[in-house]
């Protein structure tokens, strides 16, 4: 079943989703554009961050941005020792109008487990990049760096209301499988189910459902057929 269902799971960092269905819109309350300094970079990182701002062009993640937007960047190191850029969004997010899209509470989506045996756990790599940004937003999200200013196309990290249209997208593309055999809690869904046989029947249908709306799973952060998660 994981061999057919295959096409779920990302082969490597450069195999991003496309999730066409999630386009993300940014409300501002007054139209005053914000407008931040270029903070400087420490220049043993120059050639990294270079390379990893181009990485984002040529794969259509950003492009090139000429409105008078702009907020700072820093860099941070993962755990897995790799680099994020990371856009400070705080001025931008205390005028954006807030999506109160409710996100689970933890808690209750654990006590809708109870009497399941099986479960597995679906894990998105490379989560807000997977989804887009509205045309008309782009603009708000422009980043200034040595080489210039650049506004995503994909969702970048740091927007206050990315997990809300997130939450939002997973709910309704899961749809009738929701609750029935699943859970979504932003980027991770759980699939439960009470014998062996029907849990390789129901994560082959949400590996399906995850398939035909662009989602890519990353392997490495995947937990299947386990009896405690």
């Known amino acids: 079943m994981l061999y057919e269902e295959a096409d779920a799971f990302a082969m490597d960092d450069q195999d991003a989703g496309c999730i066409e269905g999630l386009q993300m819109n940014i409300h501002l309350t007054d139209d ?10 420490s220049r043993p990182l120059y050639p990294e961050i270079k390379t990893y701002v181009e990485d984002l062009l ?53 006590d809708n487990l109870g009497g399941n045996h099986w479960f597995s756990v679906l894990d998105q790599g490379k989560t807000y990049h997977q ?20 506004e995503w196309t994909r969702i970048p990290f740091g927007l206050m209301n990315a ?21 979504p809690y932003l980027d991770d869904v759980i699939v439960f189910s009470k014998t062996f046989k029907e849990h390789v029947q129901q994560l082959q249908e949400g590996l399906q459902r995850l398939k035909s709306h662009g989602v890519k799973l990353k392997p490495k952060k995947c937990n299947l057929f386990k009896n405690e998660v």
């Open 32 to 41: 005053q554009p914000i407008q931040k300094n270029y903070l400087s970079i």
């Open 58 to 110: 040529n794969r259509n993640f950003i492009r090139k941005s000429k409105l008078p937007f702009s907020s700072s960047v820093v860099c941070v190191r993962k755990k897995d020792g790799g680099l994020r850029l990371c856009v400070d969004y705080r001025a931008l997010n205390q005028k954006t109008v807030a999506d109160i899209h409710p996100i689970p509470r933890s808690q209750e989506t654990l």
């Open 163 to 183: 997990p809300a249209n997130f939450q939002r997208f997973m709910k309704n593309y899961l749809g009738d499988l929701r609750s029935k055999i699943c859970i």
């Open 131 to 150: 989804g887009f940004m509205d045309r008309d937003s782009q603009p708000f999200t422009a980043f200034i760096t040595p080489w210039g200013l650049y």
